[in-house]
């Protein structure tokens, strides 16, 4: 990682124009910062930022070391429909994917927490690691919390930029001994994130949390599967491995600083923290050939001329040790001539965002959901789609209407699986983890 961040640091940083920024094709990682509406009402009012980072293929002859530590539970339920069989399958294909000089570490977690390789690098014994839960037997109850921590503190031993580091947590029911309450859960996974450590989380089944499972990734800074039948587990694993062994750069986020009386409302579908005029929006790790994109609800006071909105900078690391890679600026023009406002409007920018809003609106059926109110999840679905319906940009060519397009049909996917299935946990569960993919574009 080291050789990465030095390349990239001596890189000169472009010129700024207007939200957006030119890139050389050799620049390993750009971000730009358009608005649907560059030029705007002098009178000010709501607009959407939209913010792209993308990342080209990094060649390497072998990829960076792993700091990995495996969390499994163990607990009595995972005995049903042979899901500790498929998890025991699933980890010896992901043993075969890593190499000498990785670090592993493994535990096993039911109302007892249980270290079964303690973090170290492997050696002679990769072979031998593949028969090392062959012995694990569903038990008790589910102590979650004391897995995770335990998983954490075993990768931290070895944590650095030297390395990949991340955790995987499985787990196929609620936390129900030590540690429950979710916000602690995610103070957990937030203070080892400032060590570079991600967790990703693998719910198997449907009695599982999967409102904690995806919060947790987020703060971790890594990614949310929902597996509803085990046999999934061995694919699902191996794609999480790729993923990992793809790292561009680690603990990524952006940084905007705001101008005067510029007012942000959300930052759809990702938690932020706001410093006076200073906002931090954590995107976890960066994949090589990735792109992530965010949209940003602002408030825009009156004025006149052209201003800057924003300035922004993508960052790697700890936001006290941070390393600035790239920085943008985003400017809209206000104007007072109706005919121009609407001629320059970014529909492609326009669509990202109505989309965006869209799956919010997907998040406030969910929580009807978890209410019990099927009524009004079914009234934000509605609401969802007449969002997308009524966009202006449903009408334009190329990729930005296909994808309004798409999105419309996802929605009315899930209003009629709503009707048709009567199982709730899975209707909730499959409709939240589809809606996460779109939001995250994973």
Not at 231 to 259: P, W
């Amino acid at each position: 990682m080291k050789n990465i961040l030095l390349f990239i640091a001596v890189l000169s940083v472009p010129a700024l124009v207007s939200g957006m920024i030119f890139q050389r094709q050799t620049q390993p990682v750009s971000v730009t910062g358009k608005f649907n509406y560059p030029v705007i009402s002098e009178r000010g009012g709501p607009v959407f930022l939209h913010i792209a980072i993308s990342t080209r293929m990094h060649e390497r002859s072998k990829r960076k070391p792993m700091n990995l530590s495996i969390v499994i539970d163990r607990s009595g339920s995972m005995g049903d429909r042979h899901k500790l069989e498929y998890v025991k399958e699933a980890f010896r294909k992901l043993v075969r994917q890593l190499h000498y000089g990785d670090i592993l570490s493994v535990v096993v977690y039911d109302d007892r927490v249980t270290v079964l390789r303690p973090s170290a690098m492997i050696g002679d014994d990769l072979r031998r690691l593949t028969s090392l839960i062959d012995d694990v037997e569903p038990g008790g109850s589910t102590n979650l919390g004391g897995g995770l921590l335990e998983s954490l503190n075993q990768a931290d031993h070895y944590a650095s930029n030297e390395y990949i580091n991340r955790v995987i947590l499985l787990s196929d029911g609620l936390a129900n001994v030590g540690v429950t309450d979710p916000a602690e859960l995610n103070r957990m996974t937030k203070k080892y994130r400032r060590h570079s450590i991600a967790v990703s989380t693998m719910g198997v089944g449907l009695e599982y949390n999967e409102n904690l499972m995806m919060s947790l990734a987020e703060s971790g800074g890594g990614n949310y599967y929902f597996i509803e039948h085990p046999n999934s587990l061995v694919s699902i694993v191996r794609e999480e491995m790729n993923l990992a062994s793809s790292v561009f750069a680690q603990n990524a986020f952006i940084q905007l600083h705001l101008g005067h009386d510029i007012r942000i409302d959300e930052v759809i579908g990702f938690k932020f923290n706001r410093q006076d005029n200073i906002i931090s929006i954590p995107v976890g790790d960066l994949y090589s050939n990735d792109i992530r994109e965010l949209t940003i609800a602002l408030n825009l006071p009156e004025g006149t001329g052209t201003r800057t909105i924003v300035t922004g900078e993508l960052c790697f690391g700890d936001s006290d040790l941070k390393k600035i890679v790239r920085r943008f600026s985003s400017s809209v023009r206000y104007s007072n001539n109706g005919f121009e406002i609407e001629k320059k409007h970014n529909l492609d920018i326009q669509a990202k965002a109505d989309i965006a809003v869209s799956t919010k609106k997907v998040d406030e059926a969910m929580e009807a959901m978890d209410n019990g109110n099927t009524n009004d999840a079914e009234r934000h679905l509605v609401e969802a789609e007449s969002l997308l319906k009524s966009s202006p940009a449903l009408s334009a060519f190329g990729a930005s209407g296909d994808q309004l397009r798409e999105q419309i049909n996802r929605t009315a996917s899930y209003r009629q699986t709503m009707k048709d299935t009567s199982d709730l946990r899975k209707v909730k569960k499959s409709i939240q983890y589809d809606n996460y993919k779109a939001q995250k574009r994973k």
